[in-house]
């Protein structure tokens, strides 16, 4: 691996992006002795996708949920802040019956065996070893962050769903269209085999398996799933604490010149009354990291892209993913999640999570039909969440206004031909061209883990001047 000239210490250095692309770069940079890192958000708040809310004194997430020992960076970030896990286990499934409008739960180990006998739980049994041996044969791939050279190995170039079927694996389908589908990753036949790879190494898949086995209770904290007792978005919160950021940031134009990078912005300055008054302001910068996965016409609504950068963001796509929550009253859920198995289609909740049994909030999964979510949108998920609720005993608790409604344009991500035709590779040479980097979950997988490791190899190799780890 190449090591590059380190960047002074001393360099200005603008991030786009308070979300864990943006404050784990910063994060990084700032314990390689980088002085002048400024973090410019969009939103009053820091987290992205990590959204965390507090009711009655519980922390509830939003958006992203699990951490499994697996996720080693971001561990070793939480002890250096000092952000507290707690275990999260127990899983079961609903069916909706459309003709009856009525719902039951059933158990989630069978349905993905294909049966509760002896027979199935064996054959299940040696299909997730295969699983975990093909896995790990493969491990040296994976090692590395990011995608460069992915060519080199034409049978993971394929979908998730033809790579299962290649190695004998097919009748899995049912168990990873939990943590794949219904988070929001796509349906297996779309989703690159890497990516799913990636996420689903030996650590993570066992914590998946074990988290909704009934003996979970009984297992070790690292074997099962994980998340921060205050929320992700406390964590990063806590990240954010020795990071100097700018809220409320709206960056009007970015230029790039071979002096330097020209930002023009506003920011919120005064408040009177109810009147917000914004000023402009103009800096400079030695270097731009942009963390923002965002469509190519916002992006270029402020930043000159160039023709190859206009080409890579060009073929990226996105899954439309929204999480709404209620108060539900008269009813708590038999586990802490229950997914919605078979997959409903569009529009339905594919998840419904009880974080806290005491608590009547839940929150409800589900992908969009369409990629531009609208309010029609909301109101279709509205109303399946209102049906499968009342079939399941509960109601949407009227009296209480708690609700939330986020529709994210998720899992910034490429196809299978991408992988086969060095886009990656191209990716990674253009990082540093116009002083400009690009981080978040594009350029490994759309889970903190990746993208956090991603932003290391970034900083080490960029501006610390050394080999990646
Ligand atoms: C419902 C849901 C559940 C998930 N569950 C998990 C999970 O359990 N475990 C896991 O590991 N991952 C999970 N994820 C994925 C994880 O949340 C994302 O991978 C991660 O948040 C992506 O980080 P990012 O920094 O690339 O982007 P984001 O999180 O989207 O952050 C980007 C930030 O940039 C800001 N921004 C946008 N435009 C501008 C602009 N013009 N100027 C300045 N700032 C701007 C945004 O406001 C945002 O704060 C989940 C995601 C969702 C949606």
């Known amino acids: 691996m190449i090591s590059r000239n380190p960047v002074d210490r001393e360099a200005r250095i603008l991030i786009l992006g308070a979300g864990p692309g943006g404050l784990s770069a910063a994060h990084f940079l700032s314990r390689h002795g980088f002085k002048n890192v400024t973090v410019f958000e969009k939103l009053g708040r820091v987290g992205g996708m990590c959204r965390s809310v507090t009711e009655d004194n519980q922390s509830f997430d939003l958006g992203a949920i699990f951490v499994s020992s697996a996720y080693r960076e971001v561990l070793r970030m939480a002890r250096c802040v000092g ?9 079961t499934a609903f069916v909706y019956d459309e003709t009856s409008q009525s719902a039951r739960y059933h158990d989630l180990l069978p349905y993905v065996m294909g049966g509760s006998s002896l027979s199935a739980f064996c054959r299940f049994t040696g299909l997730c070893l295969r699983y975990l041996w093909k896995r790990y044969r493969i491990r040296k791939i994976f090692r590395r962050p990011g995608w460069a050279g992915i060519d080199a190995h034409p049978a993971l170039c394929v979908t998730f769903a033809e790579w299962l079927d290649h190695n004998g694996l ?91 990078i020209f930002v023009k912005y506003t920011h919120p300055m005064q408040m009177l009354g109810d009147e917000v008054s914004h000023a402009e302001e103009h800096a ?19 930043l000159d892209l160039t023709e190859e950068e206009r080409w890579f963001q060009s073929k990226t796509r996105f899954i439309p993913y929204a999480v709404a929550s209620f108060e539900i009253a008269d009813l708590v859920l038999p586990m802490p999640v229950a997914f919605h198995l078979p997959l409903p289609s569009f529009d339905q909740p594919m998840i419904i999570a009880q974080q806290h049994r005491e608590n009547e909030l839940m929150a409800f999964y589900a992908r969009l039909a369409s990629s531009e979510p609208t309010a029609a949108d909301e109101l279709r998920l509205r109303e399946n969440i209102e049906r499968y609720i009342g079939a399941l005993g509960g109601r949407i608790n009227e009296q209480d206004d708690w609700h939330s409604y986020d529709a994210w344009l998720y899992f910034k991500h490429v196809g299978v031909e991408e992988f086969s035709r060095r886009y990656f590779d191209r990716w990674e040479e253009a990082q540093g061209k116009n002083r400009t980097f690009f981080v978040g979950g594009l350029f490994d997988f759309d889970y903190v883990e990746g993208i956090v490791r991603y932003s290391r190899y970034l900083v080490e190799q960029h501006f610390a001047g050394r080999a990646g780890s």
């Open 83 to 91: 952000a507290e896990l707690e275990r999260f286990e127990g899983a």
């Open 170 to 260: 097919e009748d899995l389908n049912r168990l990873f269209e939990i943590p794949v589908t219904t988070f929001g990753y796509g349906f297996l036949d779309e989703i690159p085999a890497p990516y799913v790879l990636r996420y689903m190494g030996i650590r993570t898949f066992l914590a998946m398996l074990f988290s909704s086995a009934p003996f979970a209770r009984l297992l070790p904290s690292f074997l099962v799933a994980q998340r921060f007792r205050y929320g992700f978005q406390r964590f990063w919160e806590r990240v954010a604490w020795d990071l100097n950021i700018r809220l409320n940031v709206d960056v009007k134009k970015i230029e790039r010149r071979e002096e330097g």
């Open 284 to 302: 400079r910068f030695d270097y731009l990291i942009v963390a923002c996965p965002l469509l190519l016409e916002e992006l270029e609504s402020f």
